[in-house]
């Protein structure tokens, strides 16, 4: 009698569980555009949907608490003049968000901190520099500011969003449509999967093609590739037959895959979410009404497959909590926001355990809102891991601080040095009012100093101006949550 071993994991009973109707999110009118994105993104404050607009493009940003059914008149975020097709959250600021668009830009905007409470038509910054529509949208993982963004032009940009400028164009890697961009764990590189079959992995910094796997998956829907943390890539695609297939393949052998397995025959795309921190991959197929889960291991067959979650309704979308946004107490592994024609529900995955107690094995140290490095640090060649945050203590996040955009001015960018001396002793001389040493004698100087002086004082109205503002906010927002909460 020969027994059969199962392989021993601690995800093999993992269970997939959708919320109660109370805590879905209803009404929500779902953009109907053909267009193979999640619709969806999601972090631990808001949740980010693209929904029908008329006469342009926009999303809805609620935050996480308000369940139940979203009016109509709920204010969303409408700047676009076309519609919108990809949205993400920044992962180093939890208030900003960047939309890419058929209009052909990127915008990213700036959510206050206790949600929309009128439509929000200006971004913080508005990024031009495709010429086809903007299908993806996705922010360097490790470095502040760096956005990616790739376009119907086969064209992909690369973002400094603090100062607005476009860091790298690579225009000549791809002859045809890209279908997703993955950054791999330091933002060194990254993958693509593209329309002609091809799965590339690039170095964006020097321009350069590092491998490229061609026939990646035989079939002509399209594909998937994201990188895992140790460096290796896994893709989803289809066979010559249309069979729907996962891969997992070592850039360092891009000639055979490591693990190749046949699904399904179904037609939807497989829109793979990936936690690093537990090595599984779960899969959720465009118009599917399941989540499939694998696990990644080193040892053959590399791939195993852990469970399905299983519901009624197709999925639209699907969005994912980062790890620090999650219920530690619940040994709740991930959450999944899965969109349907007119509302959003949270599907919770569980190990189940009998100890209350943290369980450091399901939670190692993961990626915390951090960033690592500044743009300009990226830029000259540095690399650097995510900051990795402890979820024992249910981590809280320290105060964002409002994404400024300080565009360079190239005109200034050779200003002479400030006169040693020139501000009195005790005021505060910001740099960009900084008085200049003027050769031809003292009259020019006083005229200097008289300028600087009515600028000092502008300044001091609008810090004033500002502080009163502010104050004001204050009590409008105390005055709204004793109504909110029936005290007045």
């Given at each position: ?32 555009v053909?267009w193979?994105?999640?619709f969806?993104?999601v972090n631990?404050k808001?949740?980010?949907v ?16 308000k ?20 949205i ?27 949600g ?11 990024l ?24 119907c ?7 400094n ?8 164009r ?8 890209v ?5 791999n ?26 491998a ?30 249309s ?12 000639g055979?895959?490591?693990?190749l ?13 990936y ?13 599917d009404?399941?989540i ?14 852990l ?25 709740e ?14 599907i919770?995955m ?24 500044e ?35 190239v ?6 040095a ?9 005021a505060s ?15 020019a ?5 008289g ?37 007045a």
């Amino acid at each position: 009698m020969f027994r059969k071993v199962v392989r021993q994991s601690k995800f093999r009973h993992v269970f997939g569980q959708p919320v109660k109707n109370d805590q879905c999110y209803e009404d929500i009118r779902v953009s109907r555009v053909t267009w193979d994105s999640t619709f969806c993104a999601v972090n631990p404050k808001f949740l980010a949907v693209i929904v029908e607009a008329s006469g342009g493009g926009a999303f809805l940003v609620l935050p996480l608490s308000k369940t139940g059914r979203i009016d109509k008149a709920y204010p969303t975020v409408c700047g676009h003049t076309g519609p919108v097709l990809d949205i993400d959250w920044c992962p180093h600021n939890d208030e900003v968000i960047a939309s890419g668009s058929e209009d052909c830009t990127v915008m990213v905007w700036q959510i206050p901190e206790n949600g929309l409470v009128s439509p929000l038509t200006e971004p913080v910054v508005a990024l031009e520099g495709h010429t086809k529509r903007v299908g993806i949208i996705t922010w360097h993982p490790t470095a502040r500011n760096v956005l990616l963004s790739a376009g119907c032009d086969n064209v992909v940009l690369i973002w400094n969003v603090g100062t607005a400028e476009e860091l790298y164009r690579l225009d000549s890697l791809h002859p045809d449509l890209v279908y997703n961009v993955s950054w791999n764990r330091n933002g060194s590189l990254f993958c693509t999967a593209c329309k002609d079959k091809s799965v590339r992995i690039i170095d964006p910094r020097r321009g350069t093609l590092v491998a490229e796997r061609e026939k990646a998956h035989e079939g002509a829907r399209p594909m998937r590739a994201i990188f895992l943390a140790d460096g290796k890539v896994f893709t989803t695609g289809f066979s010559r037959m249309s069979e729907r297939q996962l891969a997992l393949w070592d850039p360092e052998n891009f000639g055979e895959p490591m693990a190749l397995q046949e699904l399904d025959s179904s037609n939807g795309a497989l829109l793979p979410f990936y936690d690093p921190d537990t090595s599984v991959v779960y899969v959720c197929g465009k118009g599917d009404s399941s989540i499939r889960y694998f696990e990644i291991t080193d040892e053959p067959p590399y791939i195993h497959f852990l469970n399905t979650f299983t519901s009624k309704e197709p999925q639209r979308g699907m969005g994912s909590m980062p790890k620090r946004g999650l219920e530690v107490s619940k040994c709740e592994i991930a959450r999944f926001y899965k969109l349907h024609e007119r509302k959003c529900e949270p599907i919770v995955m569980t190990v189940p355990r009998k100890s209350d107690l943290f369980q450091d094995d399901l939670y190692p140290d993961t990626a915390g809102p951090e960033a690592a490095l500044e743009a300009e640090e990226w830029v000259s060649g540095r690399d650097a891991n995510p900051i990795l945050i402890s979820l024992r203590e249910a981590y809280v996040p320290s105060k964002q601080r409002d994404l400024k955009v300080n565009r360079r001015n190239v005109l200034s960018d050779s200003r002479p040095a400030a006169a040693p001396g020139s501000p009195r002793p005790g005021a505060s001389t910001p740099a960009a009012f900084t008085s200049i040493a003027a050769p031809g004698g003292s009259l020019a100087g006083a005229g200097e100093a008289g300028k600087l002086e009515e600028v000092m004082q502008e300044l001091r109205a609008l810090r004033a101006l500002v502080k009163e503002q502010g104050e004001r906010i204050c009590r409008l927002e105390e005055q709204l949550g004793r109504m909110e909460n029936g005290d007045a």
